[in-house]
Nanobody, 115 residues
Framework: VQLVESGGGLVQPGGSLRLSCAAS????????MSWRRQAPGKERELVAY????????NYADSVKGRFTISRDNAKNTVYLQMNSLKPEDTGVYYC?????????WGQGTQVTVSS
């Protein structure tokens, strides 16, 4: 299993970013995918989840209405569209999945929301 995130960066409050996660090494469409983040000095938290077929999604209360998770099973890629970003969204964002009894993580991509 390999997960490679991209798309992070520095953005002003109110701005937008789109994160991507390219997956390989497993049957992508059969597995739910999640985005998690870790803010400085805080534990990692679940941000959003999408089922294998993409029909089921859920979000942390803090991002509902601002973030959208989606996936393209033909490209083995999951996305996180982040709008109306706030300074408290700053952190390292990870793509994750559970496969063969363990959770797999990408290397993470840094998102910094600051003026």
């Amino acid at each position: 299993v390999q997960l490679v995130e991209s798309g992070g960066g520095l953005v002003q409050p109110g701005g937008s970013l789109r994160l991507s996660c390219a997956a390989s090494g497993f049957t992508f469409s059969a597995y739910g995918m999640s985005w998690r983040r870790q803010a400085p000095g805080k534990e990692r938290e679940l941000v959003a989840y999408i089922s294998g077929a993409g029909g089921d999604t859920n979000y942390a209360d803090s991002v509902k209405g601002r973030f959208t998770i989606s996936r393209d099973n033909a490209k083995n890629t999951v996305y996180l569209q982040m709008n109306s970003l706030k300074p408290e969204d700053t952190g390292v964002y990870y793509c994750t999945t559970t496969h063969s009894g363990r959770r797999w993580w990408g290397q993470g991509t840094q998102v910094t929301v600051s003026s």
